[in-house]
C-alpha cells in the first residue's frame, strides 16, 4: 500500500548555480566583493547591502513608532510609562491590549533594547552591525512632562 508524502502532487527541483566570487583583502580580513552568475556582468555587493540596510532601518523605526505610540497609549492610562531594564518586560505589558503584534527582535535579527522609567524610555536597535553604541544605532525616546 503507497504512502502519499504530500496531500496534493508536489514537485521537488534541484538547481546548480554557477557563481564566481571576487574577493578582497580590507586589512580585518577576506570578504566577497562582486558576484557574477554565468557570464553576466560583475554585480556589486556593497550597493545591495546598503539598500537592504537602509530599507531595514527604516522597517526598524516603523516598528519603534508602534512601541512609542503603545507606550504613549500606556502612559495615558497608568500615569507612567513601564518601569523595566527589560524588553521583554515592555511587550508583556503592552501586549495584547496597547500592542496588537509582538515585536521582539529588529530586522538584523538583534533583540531590541528598552529602558524605561516612569517618566522617559528610550527604545534602541543596535542597527546593521548588531553592536551597542556604535554610529549605526537607532534610537527613539520620549520624556513625559507634567
Known sequence: MPVP???RASAVVVAWIRVTARLVNDGKGWRVSELRTGNRDWVKLQPLIEALNERKTAQARNE??????????????????????SHAVLIDH?????LSKIIRVDPWNHPYKYDGQRDRFTIRSAGPDGKDQTADDIQLGAIFSH
Open 5 to 7: 508524502l504530500a496531500s
Open 64 to 85: 519603534m513608532g508602534t512601541m512609542f505610540d503603545a507606550l504613549r497609549r500606556y502612559m495615558l492610562d497608568h500615569g507612567f510609562y513601564v518601569v523595566s531594564d
Open 94 to 98: 503592552l501586549n495584547p491590549r496597547y
